[in-house]
């Protein structure tokens, strides 16, 4: 399993739980767009995960929303995949 910044991810009998831990909001940045695409790809070629739980460490705050001071980097990380 890669290292993540913007998430912690863990594995426990086939089900992978992914845990949004970027204070203070859970902001959708490219830091976290660029983990989500290595986590999407990680979890497309193993066989070991067999269903994806997203959850959040930051009380009251699932993901707020898009990071708009950082969209055009966004933008560069979603055109990338």
Known sequence: MPQ?????????????????DDPPLNLISPTFAEDLIALIQEAEASPAYRVVVFESAVANFFSAHVDLTRAPQLLEVIQQF
């Open 4 to 20: 993540f910044k913007a998430f912690r991810a863990q594995v426990d009998a086939g089900v992978l739980t992914v845990t949004l």
